[in-house]
């Protein structure tokens, strides 16, 4: 570590001190700009409201932060580098740098080392910071009564060794403590070589028993059909057992909490188990999400260069051109971003060539939009 300390010049001193200061300025000032519309203004409302104190309604903010620094850290990094070399074209700064024979790759040397900063502080956000401030949020919230808990529900489909559907399993509310809202249907094949409806259950609440390796459904209703699908018995119940495949309380788990927040090395295992219980649904969002966890801070490192591109310009150009020429870039990048998720939910495309293309699109559009810039003396 000390060696690589010991190899950085004044120059890489003077341009990293320089970059880095405007790009916390950034971070800082595109973080308030994101949250102070509604998240700030309703954390404002609760305290003069009385349904949280000033202290918890700070530290619900600072928790707010992380959430958003995925977004506003790239952001920062490539408008931050347009900025500072746009002054230092306009200070003769650059020219005079490159007079005296320093070359554009040794002062883009530096801009790398700011990159791989910036980019690995994302990667520490993602991976550590969000999963553990994220449900330290959502506690807060719920405590004070000020959200209610959001349903999410969980699905299993349970296949025979045919590969044809035979129980389709669904709890409609999974993050209370006591789950609820149970429905399970059973299929049986037919002579047609396809396969219908034989039962359904309803319950209002259950649970999975580990000892017995089943769900216990309490105060149901159990629905028998015959093979024209008309209802032949209605049976109420005030318990019943239920069996699934194993992943299913394996995948519940994961589920409650949260995959969209999962660390790395978590959601692959995740991905994994999906594949094992044969719930291939959605394992192409997820793939597609657990790529974009590489391609997130590669995409930081990426913009730190292209911003460099884009801020140096001639003397007397305009100083418009290279913001507004980054607005653009980074106006597609973050379209393209959560596009990307649901596009890759449709598994036409290979997921890690979906989690690639926003930073794909915006190198492209920097080189278009560096030869449509005005050429001026």
């Known amino acids: 570590m000390f060696k690589v ?35 700030l203004f309703k954390l404002t409302q609760y305290v003069f409201g009385g349904d949280i104190n000033p202290v918890q309604g ?63 502080l994302q990667a520490v956000v993602s991976e550590w910071v969000i999963p553990q401030t994220a449900p330290m949020l959502e506690k807060y919230y719920t405590d004070a009564n000020l959200k209610d808990i959001p349903d999410r529900n969980f ?38 070589a396809g396969v219908q409806i034989s039962r359904i259950i309803r319950a209002s609440s259950g649970r999975w028993v580990p000892d017995r390796h089943q769900w216990e ?11 024209e699908g008309v209802y032949q018995d209605i049976r109420p119940f005030a318990q019943q057992q239920v069996r699934t495949n194993k992943y299913a309380s394996i995948l519940l788990d994961y589920t409650r909490q949260n995959p969209m927040i999962m660390p790395w090395g978590q959601l692959r295992q995740y991905i994994k188990l999906m594949k094992e219980g044969g719930q291939l649904q959605e394992i192409p969002f997820f793939e597609v999400r657990s790529w974009q966890k590489w391609s997130a801070p590669v995409a930081t490192i990426i913009f730190a260069l292209l911003g460099a591109l884009l801020g140096m310009e001639r003397v007397r150009a305009s100083r418009v051109y290279g913001l507004l020429f980054g607005v653009v870039v980074v106006f597609f990048y973050s379209i393209l971003v959560p596009f990307s998720g649901s596009f890759g939910s449709l598994d036409i495309v290979a997921p890690w060539l979906v989690a690639w293309i926003p930073l794909l699109v915006a190198v492209a559009i920097t080189f278009v939009l560096r030869s449509l810039r005005p050429q001026q003396g």
């Open 5 to 39: 300390f010991k190899r950085f010049s004044l120059l890489d001193w003077y341009l990293c001190s320089q970059l880095i200061l405007i790009i916390l300025f950034a971070v800082v000032l595109f973080s308030i700009i994101w949250l102070a519309p509604e998240t």
């Open 58 to 120: 700070v530290l619900m903010f600072l928790l707010h932060v992380p959430q958003v620094l995925p977004q506003t850290i790239p952001v920062a990094v490539l408008l931050g580098t347009i900025i500072l070399f746009q002054r230092l074209s306009q200070n003769y700064e650059l020219v005079a740098l490159l007079a005296s024979g320093i070359s554009p790759a040794r002062i883009l040397r530096a801009v790398l080392w700011v990159g791989l900063l910036f980019g690995g």
């Open 155 to 192: 699905l299993f489909v349970e296949k025979n060794h045919d590969k044809k559907l035979s129980k389709f399993f669904l709890i409609g509310q999974i993050q209370k403590a006591a789950l609820s809202d149970f429905i399970i249907l059973y299929y049986d094949e037919t002579p047609q």
């Open 217 to 227: 459904l309490n105060n149901g209703i159990e629905y028998v059909l015959d093979s």
